[in-house]
């Protein structure tokens, strides 16, 4: 079908009522900006329906615009259209145009069976062909705050939609597919990808891999341990959900994950003037933190000191391709092995940096500041009934201090070296990730602003955490 054909599909006022529904989706990068308007860039099939016959399936890439007059954003919508939904479909529905209901495709089972076989079009070898049966698939999305879509198909395949598109291809597939290539049973399977073109340049849209079934969330582990021992109130030691053997699995999971992003894409040194690039790059970042959270200007003075030194390091560490947004939540335990997953980097960052060369301790640093998240995140559940006070405090902080040691002694255990041995660097790597932190709960989650904004006053004060 041509473009034309395509857009004769469009129901009239669609974009108007994309602006109205785009700005409360999860995925929508700019929920501060108010949107001046949404035009459709690209549209294409994914079901050729008549509508008597089933849905029509549509592509459609949409530019934002912001009454700001700032920079535009493009958003990947794939869309169903119906005469009438089922039941099921309801709370995907958005609007109702012309005698026609337009809804969120990723949401329908047979629109999903349709994107995966688009997906696998290009594929050596179509992997599990009676899963993209749309007479049969059974599919479901998965909730949580993610930036993108993700749908579990068959309960064997998980298909990923990049919904703010950039130009420029993704890293979760660039480094997911280097590391499948390499053969690493660290990363899910990657089985096929699909990519388009944005503003001149091929650009990822949708990414399909294995999906596990039996993994455990990393970071929902970390809270049972966590939870148990604030219960009972034992040492972390003692706490019959110790954690910290799964930690020290973990750090040996990354290190060889790292190693393997080595094998796949290289490296290089890092110089003396790449350490004084990071330190004016730490140093804008926390002028953009005390900004937003004034509050942190009582420790300016020693967080200055602390990213002022990295400056002076001679460099001489690695730089290579990391997962670039790594913490607990992106790690999943399947009954014989620790998996990374998510390898997008910081959403809100630009592509060109995603996909920089950066030393791996960027990565050791967020599972820092994770293992400390998880410690302290109970005392912001009201239905916990837990409340600060100098003995679970102490707990808690034991607890993050144990669980950081052991990652780190098992990251040794591949690398051969302690990351705590780069005192200097990883200190300031973790202080700076706790400013990106603060200044995401200030807008997202203020209730727990908390946390980022206690460790921060121990890292630029130069506490020991580890």
């Not at 459609?60 to 089922?86: H, M, N």
């Not at 706490?239 to 910290?244: E, M, R």
């Amino acid at each position: 079908m041509t473009s034309t054909s395509v857009s004769a599909l469009l129901p009239p006022r669609l974009e108007t009522a994309l602006a109205m529904w785009l700005p409360w989706q999860r995925w929508f990068a700019s929920k501060g900006r108010a949107v001046s308007g949404v035009t459709v860039a690209q549209q294409s099939l994914i079901a050729d329906h008549s509508l008597e016959e089933g849905p029509v399936g549509l592509l459609l890439v949409v530019r934002v615009d912001f009454v700001d007059g700032g920079e535009r954003e493009y958003y990947q919508v794939p869309i169903g259209i119906r005469t009438a939904v089922p039941r099921e479909l309801e709370p995907a529905v958005i609007a109702g145009l012309n005698g026609a209901i337009l809804y969120d495709a990723l949401s329908d089972h047979e629109l999903v069976a349709a994107l995966v076989r688009r997906v696998t079009d290009d594929a050596e070898q179509e992997p599990l062909p009676d899963a993209t049966d749309s007479a049969s698939v059974v599919s479901r999305m998965l909730g949580g705050e993610q930036s993108n879509s993700s749908v579990v198909v068959d309960e064997r395949l998980l298909l990923k939609v990049f919904r703010r598109l950039r130009s420029g291809i993704n890293p979760d597939v660039e480094l997911q597919e280097s590391l499948t290539r390499v053969g690493s049973l660290r990363v899910p399977r990657v089985l096929g990808s699909m990519t388009g073109h944005l503003q001149g340049e091929a650009t990822t849209y949708a990414m399909l891999q294995e999906f596990l079934p039996a993994a455990a969330d990393g970071w929902r582990m970390a809270l049972a341990s966590v939870r148990d021992l604030l219960a009972n109130g034992w040492s972390p030691a003692a706490a019959g959900g110790d954690f910290a053997s799964e930690s020290w699995r973990l750090g040996v999971a990354v290190a060889e994950v790292h190693a393997q992003l080595v094998e796949a894409l290289g490296h290089r040194s890092l110089t003396r003037e790449d350490m004084r690039r990071l330190s004016a790059e730490m140093s804008a970042q926390f002028d953009r933190a005390l900004r937003v959270v004034p509050a942190l200007s009582r420790t300016e003075e020693a967080t200055r000191s602390v990213f002022a030194a990295v400056a002076e390091l001679p460099g001489g560490g690695t730089a290579q391709r990391i997962h670039g947004d790594l913490h607990l939540g992106q790690a999943v335990r399947t009954p014989d092995r620790w998996v990374l997953i998510d390898f997008e980097g910081e959403p809100a960052a630009p592509l060109q940096q995603r996909r920089a060369l950066q030393s791996p301790l960027r990565d050791v640093a967020g599972m820092m500041r994770s293992f400390d998240y998880a410690a302290h995140h109970q005392f912001l559940q009201p239905e916990q009934n837990i409340h600060f006070g100098s003995t679970v405090e102490i707990q808690a902080k034991e607890w993050a201090q144990r669980n950081q040691r052991a990652f780190c002694e098992g990251y040794a255990s591949v690398e051969g070296t302690d990351p705590r041995e780069h005192t200097v660097l990883l200190r300031a790597l973790t202080l700076h990730k706790a400013a990106y932190e603060t200044v995401y709960e200030a807008y997202h989650r203020p209730s727990w602003s908390v946390i980022p904004q206690r460790a921060f006053r121990d890292l630029s004060m130069g506490s020991s955490l580890w």
